[in-house]
């Protein structure tokens, strides 16, 4: 029993006249799945609903809007200020508190970064006049929105009539959402957003008694806020206060500056919940949403400063995924409650899991953001190694296949294993088989990496899964349409994968050129000197690999951008790791030809020379559509999923997987 192993982190704490029955809180996540006016809809209800279903304390909806005329960042923010969302909400509301879950809103007043109101044609208002940069000219969407003349936003410092109306509007908010069934509220005042433009120093410049060099004035209107929200909600009920730690960055404050914040906030804020960074500055966003570069529980420090100087309990957030992590910050003291954002995507029944014992279960986040970058490019929400993410509600109704059908399932990759599991899962006869000696894929060879050591902890849990439903595991065994045929399978999921392409340049079969498979597992291989041809996400990460390990590493990259693959937060990551390690980038350049001592290449100026001791090929994976196609006629059923279509992401493979496997059997 696991309550025993983690009895810290599942010691109820009671906060106000609410009784939270473990110090593991789902973070804020923004609600996304709205309807018409701007409230939850059924998927959204679905989606937050299932973490209380997996056992956490709290769940919190994301960036709630107090006042859209003048605090709506963009499209897809549940509007607190029409009561017609009421029903909305509530459904909401009840669908996290029956299974036992604290229903939360984060209050959310975005400030300067308004950018809707502006398209709005109305006026941006934070603490002081300013221009802000040209950086959301999108409703992070990719439709544009609305800019000035010069192309810049500009912004108007608040009146004080307008301050006290904000504040009346939090207050206002915060009743409404009482009203609707929740059980507590988050003031969001991190991040940059509203209430930490009025925080941070370096923004609120103002003259008068809501801002200047003095702490005291900067944490007026936040205080304000917090007084008007308990106005609203009455005694014992518990108000959370979200702030950034450190700003970190330049000219933001930092730890000393946020203790003595937290120490304002003490005896007003019922929660004290420390992140920290700026959504405004690329590496300071990487501390907000720490990558897989950074260390599990990087932030958690932030928090045991603060819960030394203060009574109020202090929640901690940032890549907190592993229950013996939460534990031990819990037991040390250096936080009273762990939130978790992304591994709540990437297993919503981690709190549950871990008090069942079933801790080796846990989907752990990998921290490759692709939630976060399907969130804002599609305003689904996703997750790389949970298929279900995002579509939680489908999930209510999802039927047992109506016939069990024998399936074979050619290739043992991150697909291939996926559709095995699922399809054992629904109770089909599975057979899977893969050519090489091993289940995982072409991703096998990163798992020894580092910051990969997430995803390599994935295939191998995988593979264990795939053995304990039941799957027939045939290694060593590739699939032709002859073997496909006697085994009389009635469906087959290809799921062959891509094979690296291996550019047709002179010099490429040197024996200073590696492909980049190999390099992963042989890295002794490479040279001091390091070229890698291919700019997407391969070369990108084996370049910091290399880079890690001590390589001088330069980037050579036909297209004139580095390639993102669609997962832009994680470049993000990817970016700052480049400019960390020095490492070198040279787009719109094409290789020529690879001599012994580097690569020729030439750009739009012309033939340039890159010295290097070794070239790696990472240009791109072929897809074997041939190989699978082959295999349609060999069964009534047939799906084709993951890289063998085109080569893409994990998200993607596990998707497709998933959704064949469902499908398989339905007559
Ligand atoms: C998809 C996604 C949506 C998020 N939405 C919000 C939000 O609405 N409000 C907020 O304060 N933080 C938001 N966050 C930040 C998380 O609450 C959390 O602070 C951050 O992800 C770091 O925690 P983690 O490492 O456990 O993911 C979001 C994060 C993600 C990944």
């Not at 980038?585 to 001599?595: D, E, M, N, P, S």
């Not at 006629?633 to 469902?662: I, K, M, Q, W």
Request: net charge negative; proline share 5%.
């Amino acid at each position: 029993m696991s309550v025993e192993t983690y009895p810290h982190l599942f010691q109820p704490i009671r906060i106000g006249k609410t009784i939270f029955r473990n110090r593991i809180f789902a973070a804020p996540n923004g609600c996304q799945y709205l309807d018409g006016r701007n409230g939850p809809s059924p998927d959204g209800v679905a989606f937050f609903e299932r973490k209380a279903l997996g056992g956490f304390a709290s769940v919190t909806l994301g960036e709630c809007i107090v006042d859209r005329k003048t605090g709506q960042s963009h499209d897809y923010q549940i509007l607190l200020d029409d009561h017609k969302n009421l029903p909305a909400l509530s459904a909401m509301a009840t669908a996290i508190s029956r299974h036992g879950a604290v229903a939360g809103v984060q209050l959310q007043h975005c400030g300067m970064y308004s950018h809707l109101v502006y398209e709005k044609g109305g006026q941006l208002l934070g603490p002081v006049d300013t221009v802000v940069p040209d950086v959301h000219h999108t409703n992070n969407d990719g439709h544009e929105v609305a800019m000035s003349p010069d192309g810049l936003r500009h912004v108007r410092g608040m009146t004080e009539e307008e301050i006290e109306n904000l504040i009346r509007a939090f207050g206002k908010a915060a009743a409404f959402v009482k009203q609707c069934g929740f059980g507590m509220v988050m003031i969001h005042a991190g991040h940059g957003w509203g209430l930490a433009q009025f925080i941070s120093k370096y923004v609120n410049t103002r003259k008068d008694r809501w801002g200047g060099p003095e702490l005291e004035n900067r944490m007026r209107l936040p205080l304000a806020v917090i007084e008007s929200v308990r106005k609203a909600v009455g005694p014992g009920f518990p108000i959370e206060v979200r702030i950034s730690g450190a700003e970190c960055i330049d000219a933001g404050y930092d730890i000393d500056e946020g203790v003595a914040i937290a120490k304002m906030l003490d005896g007003k804020a019922d929660i004290i919940h420390v992140s920290a960074g700026h959504h405004e500055s690329d590496y300071a966003a990487t501390i907000t949403h720490p990558g897989m570069f950074q260390e599990d529980g990087c932030n958690v420090h932030y928090a045991a400063e603060i819960k030394k100087h203060v009574s109020a309990p202090v929640a901690t957030v940032g890549a907190l995924t592993e229950p013996a992590l939460l534990e031990e910050i819990i037991a040390s003291g250096k936080a009273d409650i762990v939130d978790l954002g992304r591994q709540s995507l990437a297993d919503p029944d981690l709190p549950l899991k871990a008090r069942l014992g079933k801790t080796e279960d846990i989907d752990v986040c990998m921290r490759c953001c692709a939630c976060f970058s399907n969130s804002t490019r599609t305003r689904r929400r996703a997750c790389a190694i949970n298929p279900a993410t995002g579509h939680e509600l489908e999930e209510q109704f999802t039927r047992p296949p109506a016939v069990k059908k024998k399936v074979l399932v050619a290739g043992g990759g991150i697909a291939g294993m996926q559709a095995a599991l699922t399809a054992a899962q629904r109770g089909h006869q599975v057979v899977l088989c893969e050519a090489s000696d091993s289940l995982g894929g072409v991703l096998k060879c990163e798992a020894m990496v580092p910051f990969k050591k997430r995803l390599g902890e994935y295939l191998e849990r995988q593979a264990r899964r795939v053995r304990a439903a039941g799957v027939d595991v045939r290694l060593g065994t590739k699939v032709t349409p002859e073997l496909a045929r006697s085994l009389q399978p009635d469906a087959i999921v290809a799921a062959l994968g891509a094979k690296p392409v291996k550019p047709p340049i002179p010099g490429i079969d040197g024996e200073n050129v590696f492909g980049a498979e190999y390099v992963y597992t042989h890295p002794e291989v490479v040279g001091q000197r390091v070229q890698i041809l291919g700019g997407g996400l391969v070369g990108i990460e084996l370049g910091i690999f290399l880079s890690q390990l001590g390589r001088e590493v330069g980037l050579i990259e036909m297209l004139p951008e580095l390639n993102d693959g669609g997962n832009m937060v994680h470049m993000n990551n990817l970016r700052v790791q480049i400019q960390q390690r020095k490492i070198g980038v040279a787009l719109g350049t094409k290789a020529l030809a690879i001599r012994p001592d580097g690569v020729e290449a030439e750009d739009a100026d012309g033939r340039r020379f890159f010295p290097a001791d070794t070239v790696i090929y990472a240009v791109g994976q072929k897809p074997l559509s041939d190989e699978a196609v082959a295999l349609s006629a060999c069964a009534p059923e047939f799906y084709l999923v993951g890289d063998c279509l085109s080569a893409r992401s994990v998200l993607a493979a596990t998707t497709e997987a998933y959704n064949a496997a469902r499908d398989i059997g339905r007559i």
